[in-house]
């Protein structure tokens, strides 16, 4: 008996340290106080207990919960414990950056949601946020595709690169820079295999490179390509910054890590973007920005502030648009243009529909306007309606054909 209560002590202290309410109290009275659980009936002199062993004070839920939480944070918790910082909120507010809140009480959605709206805009009103101005920027052309680097054009004028894991968004980014889609882009990871030039004007080259991480392709291929973006780094004299582009929704991963410090080592300047902002919530998008500015102070060679950016809303694009110009000196070129633009919307003369692109890339200034009424092109082309029925199909194509010639169809 002895020895059974001898055990019984050793739980009942065992326990005592780490106690949950769900467990009820391991030694019964009759334990304790000396009766055999076999032979209930069995009447044995009582023993006193300790003064040790006084019933311990009733544990409450939030003893544990407090417990659990300093030993098990997760870095989701981490990340959720960042108060995001106002003038960030207010930025992402002022662009229409993130993800609208999704309230899931019926046909009250929209109300609720503009109500949340207007609560922010009402708490950061006092925020000051500087506004970006609209510029134009050069057309943009495709002129060199490297998949070696004996391939790579020859330098001539200031260079832009987009480099990132893949599947982030680089390309997509370009061609909402540059207001176009001459840029290929997919859904799965590992489209652009080489770095490929693209011409902005004859002003500068931006430069889309292939992904490094996952993606659809052989390891070797991976490995090629990830050399091949080394050796444009290290060797070429026209590269004037590198943005890396991050997912606002994963940050900064381990590769991003490695190649951040390769840049480092390689004396090269960069900028972090983080794209796909429309598919996260101002504050967890506000808390990613902080993190990733924290993150940041490790790398020397890392410059300006991280930007945000939607290639698919169109939002935050100006301030970055504006960065480049800068960079390559088409500032005071892109103004002039935007200003004539500006002109034609409000009186509608100055630009023709199609803009005429100039030496520089940007739209040049237009012809004066053709005087209107029948052409001698119009003319054409109604007599060819008139006399399709009797020609035979032969004719008919090539008559087509003449006419768009002249037409410019
Ligand atoms: N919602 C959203 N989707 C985006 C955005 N930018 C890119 N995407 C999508 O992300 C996918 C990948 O875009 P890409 O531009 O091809 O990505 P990439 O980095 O060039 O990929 P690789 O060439 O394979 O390295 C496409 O399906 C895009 O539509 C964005 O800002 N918002
Ligand atoms: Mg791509």
Known sequence: ????????????????????????????????????????????????????????????????????????????????????????????????????????IGRYDTKVAAIGKKKLEQRLSNVEFEKDEHLEFP????????????????????????????????????????????????????????????????????????????????????????????????????????????????????????????LDQKEVEFQIVLTKCDMVISPELARRYTLVKEQLKIYRNVVEKPLMVSAKKNSGILKLRNIILAMVGGLERAREVANRKKAFMFTGVGLPKKPLRGIDGFPRKPLPMRQKGPSYYFDLRKNFKNSGKQMNKRKKLNRNTTLRKYVGM
């Open 1 to 104: 008996m002895s020895k059974r209560i001898f055990n019984a002590f050793g739980f009942f202290n065992a326990f005592s340290n780490n106690y949950s309410t769900k467990v009820k109290h391991p030694v019964s009275r009759s334990q304790v106080l000396g009766k055999s659980l076999k032979y209930p009936n069995e009447n044995r002199k009582p023993r006193i207990p300790s003064p040790k062993l006084k019933p311990l004070p009733k544990p409450t839920g939030r003893v544990v919960r407090r417990a659990k939480k300093e030993v098990n944070i997760s870095n989701r918790k981490l990340f959720k414990q960042i108060e995001p910082p106002q003038e960030v909120l207010k930025e992402i507010l002022a662009l229409n950056l993130a993800k609208p809140r999704k309230y899931k």
């Open 139 to 262: 057309h943009l052309s495709f002129f060199a595709g490297a998949k070696v680097a004996t391939s790579f054009p020859t330098e001539k004028v200031p260079e832009i690169a987009f480099v990132g894991r893949s599947n982030v968004g680089k390309s997509s980014l370009i061609n909402t820079l540059a207001d176009t889609t001459v840029v290929k882009t997919s859904d799965k990871p590992g489209l652009t295999q080489q770095i490929n030039f693209f011409a902005a004007g004859n002003i500068f080259n931006l430069i889309d490179m292939p992904g490094y991480g996952f993606a659809y392709a052989k390891e070797e291929e991976r490995l090629r390509w990830k050399e091949l973006i080394e050796t444009y780094i290290s060797t070429r004299k026209t590269l004037k910054r590198i943005f890396i582009i991050v997912d606002a929704r994963h940050g900064i991963k381990l590769e991003d890590k490695k190649f951040l410090s390769m």
